[in-house]
């Protein structure tokens, strides 16, 4: 297997996280996002939208979506699991990740996007034929939504060690990745939120979080 | 298990439609979404935020994110399979059910939304207590995105009968939603999309359509 990366973006840091929580060791090909060079050939190649990550097989298959590439590794790496240990856990950490997602990095990924000068025709992932002009007020709606985020952090993290239960999941590794990438942003986990703040201390001091 | 559904939206129709292919029947309880119905008590006390779908299990357990639900449904009702029947393909069916759900769904929410007069200070889903503007940029970017999708759909089908290979699966189903809901922002599949229009046209004869 072969892992085509970016080290700079967040996105392809959740796959990689959760790669070395499980011990996966495969190489890892650089593809400079910010320089575009996810949008020109060879890379155009491998994933013609210019995606990343993307995760290519020994027989040649290749798909992107990071959680995609996730639940393949959780099936052939199934220690340590971090996808849910029961149907019901399972559906939560879905759930939650998809929240974290969504308004974590997503949210995060617009107020970024729509406002750095090398993403001016590049407001959402992907290209390369299809210029999308980035569109300012993305910037606030992506601010507020990170609002959101943190009060549903905490609100959770004040019950539970983790986001599902009290044990380290997927869940995690993508609210840990978005409160990361927002620093970037200029945004900090509100000083009044002591239960995120316990449990940001506690997901950053795991060596994964240096992947 | 009780699932709170609106009937008009498109996201809650994507299980709906894995229910009835399963053959799942369980209470559902209608929530309009258009009136702000999910955005008021009682239906605050059952989903903080005012998300729709919201799956309640028996022991009084609650989780939205309709993948999450789907995911859920897969493992107790694992016939017919939706979700992939190898590890690479349960990849590919996340993977491909994902760029529908992003560059057909959520574009064509983002389309809808910011241009209707009911969700102008709703440009995202959920609330109740954050108000985000709408954007109209987004009316043009989402529209953009969806000639996306099309290529994508179009290019896929061109090799192989449903999204993922022969079978029907989630992929299929999150398509098929995307499409039927840009009916409301006026955007068909487009006429030289001949491999589109006869998947289109295989899908939609399934009784589960009717869901």
Redo the contacts between chains.
Sequence with gaps: MKFYDCKMAPNPRRARILMAEKGIKIPMIDVNILDGENLREPYLAINS?GLLPT?E?DDG?R???V???C??FE??YPTPNLLGRT??E???V??YQ??AEFEGMIAGSEAFRNKHEKFIDR??P?GPK?K??A?P??VA?GR??I??FHE?LEHTLAKTEYLVGDSYSMADITAQCAVDFHKWIEISIPAANTHTQRWYKAVSARPSAAA
Tied chains: 1, 2.
């Design positions: 939208r995760l097989l298959t798909f992107d979506e959680m995609a590439i639940r393949y099936e052939l149907p019901v399972r559906a939560l879905e759930s998809r929240k407001s959402i992907g299809h999308i002009p569109i007020g993305l709606r507020q939504t609002e959101r549903w």
